[in-house]
């Protein structure tokens, strides 16, 4: 009887002390995930990597062909970036950059240029869309000095730019707004058709 009651009394023991040693091991593993750097430290992942890279040369072309300082490239930054998530690519950026220094269009101009594109490509435009409206107001900004015989400063021609770049958004809002107005197709059409009606009625 003693010997029987013994064996329980060990059993028992061994059975507490694994329950003790399993819940210790999972401490220890929770405290291993918590401590993991790669998903509680907000380590950069291939998407910051990635979007880096593209910054990175965006502004590479800004610095070689657009020959903007340091410090002009850091201005536009967030303009940099707003293009890529925007479906911007380098091909177009660099055709932009190129056609307004080409256009007179340099320094502070130029920023104001990128901030121009990327204000239009957030207006619904693509890429080559916004490099072509900007263009278009480069060119008729161009002629106007040239007629006039202006020589204005990067500053000046950035004001003008930013000016333009406003009205042209604005209208290009109202442009789509009327073109996804319900009805208004609709509503052209009967208004043209009645005055036509009513003449072979009075002809009648």
């Known amino acids: 009887m003693m010997t029987g009651r013994w064996g329980l ?3 028992a023991s061994l059975v507490a002390v694994a329950a003790t040693s399993g819940a210790a091991q999972d ?7 918590t401590r993991d750097p790669t998903t509680h430290t907000g ?6 990597q990635d979007r880096t890279r593209d910054r990175d040369q965006l502004e590479d072309v800004l610095k070689v062909d657009g020959k903007l300082s340091a410090t002009e490239i850091e201005s ?5 970036d707003g293009y890529h998530e925007q479906g911007g690519n380098q ?11 080409g ?7 130029l ?3 990128v901030r121009s594109m990327n204000q239009f490509m957030s207006h619904g435009q693509s890429a080559v869309q916004a490099r072509e409206s900007l263009g278009n107001i480069q ?17 000046q021609k950035q004001e003008q730019l930013r000016q333009r770049t406003m009205e042209r958004a604005r209208e290009q809002d109202r442009e789509r707004t009327r073109e996804h107005s319900p009805g208004s197709a609709g509503g052209q059409g009967a208004g043209a058709g009645a005055p036509q009606g009513g003449g072979k009625q009075g002809g009648k």
């Open 9 to 11: 009394l060990l059993a």
């Open 27 to 33: 401490r220890t593993q929770d405290r291993t995930q």
């Open 43 to 48: 380590a950069p992942g291939v998407g910051d």
């Open 76 to 80: 536009v930054g967030s303009d940099l």
């Open 91 to 101: 091909e177009q950026f660099r055709a932009m950059v190129r056609n307004s220094v």
């Open 103 to 109: 256009e007179g269009c340099s320094g502070v101009c």
């Open 111 to 113: 920023c104001e240029a």
């Open 139 to 155: 060119r008729e900004q161009r002629q106007q000095r040239e007629q006039k015989k202006l020589a204005l400063s990067d500053q």
